[in-house]
Nanobody, 127 residues
Framework: VQLQASGGGLVQPGGSLRLSCAVS????????TGWFRQAPGKEREFVAT??????????TYADSVRGRFTISRDNAKNTVYLQMDSLKPEDTAVYYC???????????????????WGQGTQVTVSS
């Protein structure tokens, strides 16, 4: 399995970005796929995830991004997206996508429970 993240960049506060994570190997719907982020000097933290289809496809968000970020899955393109709106300076971080085939619901926000990781993409929110 390979994950290829893209879409990061520099944006002003209040702006929007859409991150993409292209998944190769198996249908993206067979994976629970998540987004995590890591700011300098901080631990990697959960942002959003969508469960694999056979586990119900439930989307979950961190409190800090709920209502501003939306995770979605395009099965035809085998890609997972993270639409980020109303961006704040505190959203600045390297964003990583991750995937796992066997993740259980209670573990969906825990980074080390994911087997596969893409390279990071930098998001900088600054005026």
């Amino acid at each position: 399995v390979q994950l290829q993240a893209s879409g990061g960049g520099l944006v002003q506060p209040g702006g929007s970005l859409r991150l993409s994570c292209a998944v190769s190997g198996r249908p993206v719907s067979s994976y629970t796929t998540g987004w995590f982020r890591q700011a300098p000097g901080k631990e990697r933290e959960f942002v959003a995830t969508v469960m694999r289809r056979t586990a119900g496809g439930r989307a979950t968000y961190a409190d800090s991004v709920r209502g501003r970020f939306t995770i979605s899955r395009d099965n035809a393109k085998n890609t997972v997206y993270l639409q980020m709106d109303s961006l704040k300076p505190e959203d600045t971080a390297v964003y990583y996508c991750a995937a796992d085939q066997n993740l259980i619901l209670s573990s969906r926000t825990i980074p080390h429970e994911y087997d596969y990781w893409g390279q990071g993409t930098q998001v900088t929110v600054s005026s």
